[in-house]
Structure formats: structure tokens, C-alpha cells
């Protein structure tokens, strides 16, 4: 029973390391960076500096809505990581 165990846990982690799953971190990774950069490009558009602004009462919504994009981009990227391409 020990060697049936053994056996089929090598064959599980064999289908495991198929290669192009590698490539899925990459997109996501680069999908992630792309966020971040019109992240960042939304904020200067606005004056602003990115991760300098706290989300109070007194941010201007323009900064709001650049973070809300941000996050919706982000969770788009997920999919990327889920099911490589």
C-alpha cells in the first residue's frame, strides 16, 4: 500500500510541473505591472502622487476612481494566473 501511495503521489506531481504553466505567473505578473503603471499615470494626471493619498473623507474623488480602476484591472489579471495561456 506504502509503494501504491508513493507511486501515485509521483505521478500526481509529474502532471503537476507541465511546462507552460510557468508562463501563467509571467502574464500575471506583467498584467499586474501594467495596473500599476496607469495607476500611477492616473494619479499624475490628476497632480498627484501615487501611494501618497489615504482614502479619507477629504480625497478627491478623481484619486477614488483611480484606485477603484486599479482594483478592477487587478482582479482582470486573475484569470492570467488561473488558467495560463
Known sequence: MKYLIAILFLLLTQQ?????????FGSYASCQTVCNGIWVSCYAFFGAT????????????????CNSSQGTCMTLC???LAAPI
Not at 503537476?16 to 501563467?24: F, K
Open 16 to 24: 503537476a510541473q507541465i511546462p507552460y504553466v510557468e508562463a501563467g
Open 50 to 65: 501615487a501611494g501618497t493619498v489615504t482614502a479619507g473623507a477629504g480625497t478627491p474623488l478623481a484619486l477614488l476612481a
Open 78 to 80: 486573475v484569470p492570467l
